[in-house]
Nanobody, 123 residues
């Protein structure tokens, strides 16, 4: 599957952004989906994940819990990351990821990666 992320930008602290990731193929609903991020000089870290199917189960990193929401629209082959109350420490390149058969949490869980979209939050 190919993943195309978009929606990043330069914003001020406190505002919201919504990232989108469109997947190719006809079996999108069967994939576990998630978002990771990588700040300069740091390792890529888990942000959020949603299970396959209709996406009733989600998981979040503690640093974004209560501010970010992951969701999926299988009819549009798209996974979203709604980011509210953005902070400067959220600045990173955000990557969407897909896994065939496991819930995403570790980088090694992902079978496919998107190209990344830059999010920069100024104070």
């Amino acid at each position: 599957v190919q993943l195309q992320a978009s929606g990043g930008g330069l914003v001020q602290a406190g505002v919201s952004l919504r990232l989108s990731c469109v997947a190719s193929g006809r079996t999108f609903s069967s994939y576990y989906m998630g978002w990771f991020r990588q700040a300069p000089g740091k390792e890529r870290e888990f942000v959020a994940a949603v299970n396959c199917g209709i996406g009733t189960t989600t998981r979040y990193a503690d640093s974004v819990k209560g501010r970010f929401t992951i969701s999926r629209d299988n009819a549009k082959n798209t996974v979203y990351l709604q980011m509210n109350s953005l902070k400067p420490e959220d600045t990173a390149v955000y990557y969407c990821a897909a896994a065939r058969s496991r819930v995403l949490y570790l980088r090694t869980d992902a079978d496919f990666w998107g190209q990344g979209t830059q999010v920069t939050v100024s104070s």
